[in-house]
């Protein structure tokens, strides 16, 4: 620890439960004290192209026990160390946004793997009853019911990413992420507003960022229930249906953020003893909507909010 | 056996009617198959794809997902008894670079049909009209999944083209594929889908093709989407609609054919769906 302490980048954000110190400013991060002890550091520096002692590997990535080697050939190489550090090697003519957004992606889930915590492919709101937690695959809906429940009133954990952690009682919670949605423009339209003057994820995507610096949550809250999200074409309407707990571990795996990562990482039995602690703990239900394009959203939040209110 | 098996076609030309007789083929049980249920995805299915890549790919532009395919290939070959359906043209029309990766592929079986046909089933799939469809088709630009204004569950997948569709795959110097046209799956489909899971190391006795092909008939199909759905289905119109070949006789009109003809009629002379003088089989 006492090389990575010394020469602190001069950023300082709070995410996930961690206080990181930055290169660059993040704009999207809640900032955070200079004098608080530093959990991770993002640095520039030299990324080797490959990781010789990886143990699992994917097509952009290379792990290994405490190390993963993660790249996107025109933006950066990334190497994330023993969960307090992730070396940024840009490439020529990356620009800085993409940089911080795809950092704060796979990079960071490796990071939050690397300190054993359980990053989830989900979003959070926070309910009087608890965090509620909504997984779900990509373009399925998990940001735009987050974002529609922020309208009704409720405030944001996380968009994407909802970090679950054990707390002194092993109670699960969830940690505060950053309070900014990704949304495609379709989710944009139907939450009311326009993608005029709205930041760009990534300077070439139409897929837009929706900050919402006051309706963050900005303390970890107990969990109170998961939800599976799907769109199913053989369904009339919105239907629930209470998962098993063999059915949640399922869920828990396939919706657990860069799980890929986790054998090569050697954490692969510490992750399912957290997923059957959660399993365990916590009800679980499976919301479906037929898949025709529309969101349902109002119907969708009112069965969602009369399931965890009861 | 490593290595991916590709099951490639232009839309509608009979590659799910084959998915569906290889899932009871694998499963080899006594009741069909729930065609729900059935196995063989499309490699374009975002889950998949990015668990090879180690990145949601719905983080990444275009190009980057492009420039990643062929190793995210490679890596989902290393796995055991692969199969994958694909929409798209070997190499893209625009560009002439591969899309598929040769390293990766161990065999392709690819289904094609009378494109008089497919603009009548692919216009019913869209819930497109007929000329739509034809352009379409006539279009070197053309790509599934395209979706701009909302993230489409399944990755873009250039198609070019329906003749380039064709040559892209069949032309393709080296590639061990094994042509299968729908109109013969339908005449002769003991000894087609037989020769073809040969082709492509599947089981292939005799009885149990039999049985698989017997659990797959089109009325079965049908009436199990009719009672249950189907979940490939595009906003709920039927999946599985005549499964029949010429249904184009009875609702073409001669601009429509001549449209098809004038822009498709090499390869359409080829595989028999034109007669040598350029005029249409009887």
């Known amino acids: 620890m006492g090389s990575l302490l010394e020469n602190l980048p001069p950023h300082r954000y709070r995410v996930y439960g961690l206080t990181v110190a930055a290169w660059i400013p993040f704009p999207e991060l809640p900032p955070a004290p200079l004098d608080v002890p530093v959990d991770a550091v993002f640095r520039l520096g030299e990324v080797p192209a490959e990781l010789p002692e990886f143990k699992t590997k994917g097509a952009r990535f290379r792990a290994a026990p405490g190390k993963l080697l993660v790249w996107i050939d025109t933006v950066a190489r990334y190497l994330v160390r023993d969960g307090n550090e992730i070396i940024i090697q840009p490439m020529p003519g990356a620009e800085d946004n993409d940089l911080r957004e795809l950092l704060l992606c796979s990079p960071m889930g490796a990071l939050l793997h690397q300190r054993g915590l359980l990053p989830l492919h989900a979003s959070a709101i926070a309910t009087p009853q608890g965090a509620v937690v909504f997984m779900a695959h990509s373009g399925r809906g998990k940001s735009t019911l987050a974002a529609h429940f922020r309208q009704r009133g409720f405030k944001i954990l996380a968009d994407d990413v909802a970090v679950v952690s054990f707390d002194a009682t092993g109670r699960p919670q969830v940690a505060p992420g950053y309070p900014q949605f990704k949304l495609w423009p379709d989710s944009v339209a139907e939450l009311g507003h326009a993608t005029t003057g709205l930041r760009r994820f990534r300077t070439k995507m139409e897929k837009f960022l929706l900050a919402f610096p006051d309706g963050f949550q900005t303390e970890p809250l107990p969990i109170a229930r998961l939800y599976v999200v799907e769109a199913r074409n053989d369904l009339d309407g919105v239907t629930t249906e209470a998962l098993s707990v063999p059915q949640k571990l399922r869920y828990l795996l396939t919706h657990t953020y860069r799980a890929q990562y986790v054998p090569g990482l050697g954490r692969a039995q510490a992750h399912f003893q957290m997923l059957s602690r959660l399993a365990a703990t916590t009800p679980a239900t499976r919301v479906s909507r037929p898949d025709d394009g529309r969101f349902r959203l109002d119907q969708l939040a009112e069965v969602i909010a009369g399931d965890f209110t009861s | ?282």
Not at chain 2, 28 to 45: K, R, S
Not at chain 2, 80 to 100: A, C, Y
Not at chain 2, 201 to 225: M, T
Not at chain 2, 227 to 232: D, K, S, T, V
């Open chain 2, 1 to 282: 056996m490593k290595g991916i098996v590709w099951l490639a076609s232009y839309p509608k030309s009979g590659n799910t009617w084959f998915r569906i007789f290889l899932a009871n083929l694998l499963a080899d049980q006594p009741e069909p198959v729930d065609i729900n249920a059935v196995g063989v995805e499309n490699f374009g299915c975002r889950p998949n794809y990015d668990r090879a890549l180690g990145w949601e790919s719905s983080d990444l532009t275009q190009e980057e997902i492009f420039q990643a395919r062929l190793d995210v290939q490679e890596e989902l070959a290393l796995e055991k008894n692969v199969l994958f359906k694909v929409h798209e043209s070997f190499r893209r029309q625009l560009t002439g670079t591969p899309l598929f990766s040769r390293t990766a592929t161990r065999a392709a079986l690819y289904f094609l049909r009378n494109p008089l046909d497919v603009v009548l089933s692919f216009s019913h799939h869209n819930g497109k009209d007929i000329d739509n469809t034809i352009a379409r088709m006539n279009c070197s630009d053309a790509m599934m999944a395209a979706g701009r204004d909302a993230l489409a569950p399944q990755l873009p997948q250039p198609t070019g083209d329906w003749s380039w569709h064709v040559r892209s795959w069949l032309d393709e110097p080296g590639l061990p594929v094994m042509a299968l046209r729908y109109e013969d799956m339908l005449a002769r489909p003991q000894e087609v889908f037989r020769a073809a899971c040969q082709f492509a190391g599947l089981p292939s006795e005799p009885d149990r093709v039999a049985r698989a092909l017997a659990h797959a008939k089109f009325e079965n199909l049908r009436a199990q989407e009719q009672a249950r759905g189907f979940r490939e289905s595009a906003e709920r119109r039927p999946f599985f609609r005549q499964g029949k070949a010429g249904g184009w006789r009875e609702v073409l009109s001669d601009e429509q054919v001549a449209a098809i003809v004038s822009a498709h009629g090499e390869v359409m002379r080829r595989f028999g769906y034109l007669n040598a003088d350029g005029s249409l089989p009887k």
